[in-house]
């Protein structure tokens, strides 16, 4: 096998996570690494913040709680982490459109890509923005996390054409309860073929998604307090991987070049 053909089969599986030609599985695998990372940043956040970034439930109704109690500062930390996490999902949005007009094969992968950098700037100096104050009233870190939830959930969105989040599994757990209950009005009625084959196939994407969200929180804390910030550099590196050979991918097809054979 020739060198470009090595190249070629170690690098399909990582461009076919960013392609805007997308697959079940391609959306599945996105979705449950990402998962992933959201629940180590949100629970390893937790560990360090103790505030979970990626909850806005909890912040818009922090907003009218700190409006009846006129505390500002409660106020405007609401506003911050809302504000931070709609620009996150803006900035994806921004991106992804921007590659469909410049007809990219890769379009989800500048989003990766932007997300690995935050984290790894995250890594290395989050000490820092720990200590820098914002005028919303909460460190730096909140909103750069905030920021971060934002923009992967739009990503996994648009991925998925809205069938996946990867940020809260609120709404997974009200699938997950939905199909079961599908199940047992079925049963009652005599269960098809077609239908045991969707549940299985629901309760492996929403069911998938909820353990890897819990097993990304697991590793989170253990990270963030045996070693600290440096704990998300791995993830900055696993997500790099995804997007950057995607991104050398497109600009080499830009220039009219051939991938595999320069």
Do not use: C
Not at 213 to 218: C, E, M, P, R, V
Not at 237 to 244: A, D, F, H, N, P
Request: aromatic share 10%; hydrophobic share 50%; charged share 15%.
């Amino acid at each position: 096998m020739s060198l470009s053909s090595r190249l070629r089969v170690l690098s399909s599986p990582w461009l076919a996570l960013t392609s805007r030609h997308r697959s079940a599985s391609a959306d599945l695998a996105l979705g449950l690494w990402l998962a992933f990372v959201a629940g180590a940043i949100n629970a390893g956040g937790f560990r360090v913040l103790h505030v979970y970034t990626s909850h806005m439930s909890g912040f818009a109704s922090q907003l009218p709680y700190a409006w009846v109690v006129q505390d500002v500062r409660l106020m405007l930390s609401a506003v911050g982490a809302l504000g931070a996490f709609v620009l996150g999902a803006m900035t994806a949005t921004v991106q992804i459109q921007w590659a469909r007009r410049l007809h990219l094969q890769h379009i989800y992968a500048l989003p990766l890509f932007l997300e690995a950098w935050v984290l790894l700037a995250f890594g290395l100096v989050g000490a820092l923005t720990l200590r820098l104050q914002t005028p919303f009233g909460v460190p730096l870190t909140v909103l750069l996390l905030a920021f971060l939830m934002g923009l992967q959930n739009a990503l996994t969105t648009k991925a998925s054409r809205k069938h996946v989040r990867s940020t809260h599994m609120t709404g997974h757990l009200t699938d997950i309860g939905i199909e079961w209950g599908r199940l047992l009005r079925r049963r009652t009625r005599g269960l098809q073929a077609e239908h045991r084959r969707l549940f299985a196939e629901r309760m492996k994407l929403y069911g998938g998604l909820v353990l890897a969200f819990i097993g990304g929180g697991y590793v989170g804390v253990l990270g963030f307090g045996r070693l600290g910030f440096v704990s998300v550099l791995p993830l900055a590196s696993v997500l790099g991987l995804m997007s950057v050979p995607a991104l050398a991918f497109d600009v080499w097809r830009r220039r009219g070049m051939d991938p595999w054979h320069g």
